[in-house]
């Protein structure tokens, strides 16, 4: 999720090849092209069990990636986009790609989501129709020709009025979430839709969440049903693995 106003869009890629990799025992992980990040990197990855079955899909950011971050400046951008690939090899998704929005004042709504954060945007569709995405208005998101069929919306989540992003979609949040609870806003879920279909899904984490370390995961509440065939979330994940000194945002227990 973000604001509607917003200045440029800027980003930077380092042009590395895919590839796979041991993990776990039993597993193999496919990484997609690297993405510069602050002063280190960010990509996307598809991890796969002892059987070659889809164990999860993520984006895994380096230490490094956290410090040197873009800083708004008076009259420039406050939001910095960054083009994530999925792995050229290893089992296809129903992600198309990801895009990470390094949000370095937040967004509204005030006192919710004005905090600095990443918005991880797991596309459903790819980049061309996310390009055709357009509204009048950000009050678009409470418009009838914008409110998906009930089936698709996950049980509690709303559309409110101004979620609605050109070249995104619109945003349904879960009111019940701890941070529409009066507690800090860490780390959140949110379904995106355009043209009353789903066109994303969208982990949200806080850069002080980050930086701290976390081992976190939750349930994801799942729609009765999906506008594409293929396996979705039941639970996400945000973890530091200290080993590898890397950040993991990830989509799992898939069905």
Same mark, same amino acid.
């Given at each position: 999720?973000?604001?509607? *106003? ?23 992980? /496919?990484?997609?092209? $690297? ?12 991890? #796969? ?9 993520? +984006? ?9 971050? $873009? ?17 050229? @090899?290893?089992? *296809? @998704? +129903?992600?198309?790609? =990801? ?8 967004? $509204?709504?005030?006192? +919710? %989501? ?28 409470? !418009? ?5 069929? @009930? ?18 979609? =619109?945003?349904? +949040? ?16 949110? %379904?995106?839709? /355009? ?10 984490? #806080?850069?002080? /969440? ?8 939750? $349930?994801?509440?799942?729609?009765? !049903? %999906? #506008? ?15 080993? *590898?000194?890397?950040?993991?945002? !990830? ?5």
């Amino acid at each position: 999720m973000n604001r509607h *106003r917003y200045g440029p869009v800027v980003g930077g890629v380092i042009a590395l090849c895919a590839v796979a990799s041991g993990s776990a025992w039993g597993q193999s992980t /496919y990484a997609g092209t $690297p993405v510069a990040l602050g002063q280190g990197e960010a990509h996307t990855f598809v991890r #796969t069990g002892p059987g070659g079955e889809l164990d999860s899909i993520g +984006v895994v950011l380096t230490a490094a990636a956290l410090e040197g971050l $873009p800083r708004a400046t008076p009259g420039g951008p406050v939001l910095f986009s960054y083009h994530l690939p999925m792995p050229e @090899t290893g089992p *296809r @998704t +129903v992600i198309d790609h =990801v895009t990470l929005d390094w949000e370095a004042l937040g967004h $509204p709504p005030e006192g +919710v %989501y004005d905090v600095p954060h990443f918005d991880f945007h797991f596309y459903l569709v790819g980049r061309g129709e996310v390009a055709k995405v357009h509204f009048d208005g950000p009050d678009d998101s409470a !418009s009838p020709a914008q409110q998906p069929p @009930t089936e698709l919306v996950p049980a509690g989540y709303v559309l409110p009025p101004g979620t609605a992003v050109p070249k995104m979609g =619109v945003h349904a +949040v879960n009111p019940a979430a701890a941070e529409f609870q009066q507690k800090p806003f860490e780390a959140t879920f949110i %379904y995106g839709y /355009y043209d009353k279909q789903q066109t994303f899904i969208e982990p949200m984490v #806080t850069l002080a /969440y980050l930086q701290s370390k976390p081992d976190f995961s939750a $349930p994801v509440p799942r729609p009765v !049903s %999906y #506008t594409r065939a293929g396996s979705y979330p039941s639970t996400y994940r945000v973890a530091y693995d200290a080993g *590898r000194r890397v950040y993991e945002i !990830s989509l799992q227990d898939l069905e």
